[in-house]
């Protein structure tokens, strides 16, 4: 097995380093040391302020458990986030997929009818995948060094597949009843639509090398469009009372969902610090050019990165019907903004190659106790936004900063 290519190792190892004569401070690991201590300090500044100011209210046991049980949802999307926002991407969908990712779930476990088949209907939605398949296969072709005409042939063979694929599907589904399913399969359900809005959402930056801010912007309205034509904007309630139960349920203490999130972070800090993936990951974030070069695929592994965050953000939504026990088309909006939000807050760079797992979460629990604490002061919810967003600034001011002092 061939030896990783040196431009890897120097974003994943401090082994060259030395050798090189990088400085101390410019080697990854203690990069990413930093930017955990960073975030570390932020939080126990906010702990120590809002505890001497109101340590009554502010460290009773019972908001500390209300941290851990409505935040969960962030930590887990913000996993997912991590990734995308390491490859100096962003994803703005984040909120949609919950919701349609939790309206699946819902439709899923209760059982649901898909709507009568209308032609219009057809239309829009058979155009609407025939042309991301027609651009999706141009755009690749071409990436590849194809001929231009020989791409646009293809593109238009896959543009007319797609429109026949999905017409004919959206019509042998339409006006259509499914039965329920057990719980286990609907929650796969709703963590596969995740998983199916990230594949879009990679595949459409990846093949047309189009910016992530502009793709993401447009499925954040798509998706969100989506899950409120297939519930006519009508929640679903009376879900089943198992569903319920991971969030209303006690397991040493705590809500499964606090569990289900903790296990996610588990799997993902190992996954994105030690594995192929993970230094790909940085390696990409740090000189997408140069990974190339060494043989990287970028393309791959950069939807990879999208395919994960919309699984967390599935898996987000799914745990948020557990919590609201039904599922609101219109629910999450603003998510995004949060998510992303904590990423920065606990060091991730918005210019890529640079973050952590442990920093993100970091970054979710200070504004968590930062939403507490103006609660607690009695801060008019609208300055509260102004203060988080002020502090959104100011976090990505600094990780400028120590861009720029390189």
Known sequence: MSQSPPALDEATSVRSAPASGARLRDLPFVRSLGSILGALTGLLLVLLIFGIWQPQKFLDKGNIDNFLKYNYQYAVAAVGATFVIITAGIDLSVGSTMALAGVACAMAVKGFSFPAYDPLQGIVIGGGVALMCGLCTAGHLLQRGSPRLSALRMGMIAI???????????????????????????????????????????????????????????TLEAVRGFTLYITDAVPITELPQSLRWLHRGQVLGQ??????????????????HYSVLGRYVYAIGSNERTARLCGVRVERWKTVCYIIAGITAGLAGVMMVANFGSAMPDEFKG?????????????????????TIVGSIL????????????????????????????????????????????
């Open 160 to 218: 007319v597949i797609g429109a026949i694929v999905s017409t004919v599907g959206w019509y042998a589904v339409a006006g259509r009843t499914l039965a329920p399913l057990p719980l286990g399969a609907g929650i796969a359900v709703g963590i596969l639509v995740g998983a199916i809005v990230g594949l879009i959402n990679g595949t459409l930056i990846t093949t047309l090398s189009l910016p992530p801010f502009i793709v993401t912007l447009g």
């Open 255 to 272: 809500p499964p969902n606090v569990w289900i999130a903790l296990i996610v972070i588990l799997i993902a800090a190992p996954v994105l």
């Open 335 to 355: 998510s995004e903004l949060t998510v992303i939000a904590a990423v920065v807050i606990g060091g991730t760079s918005l210019f890529g190659g640079e973050g």
């Open 363 to 406: 970054g979710v629990l200070m504004l968590a106790f930062l939403w507490s604490g103006c609660n607690i002061a009695h801060v008019q919810p609208n300055l509260q936004r102004v203060f988080i967003g002020a502090t959104i600034v100011l976090a990505a001011a600094v990780d400028r900063f120590r861009h720029l002092s390189r």
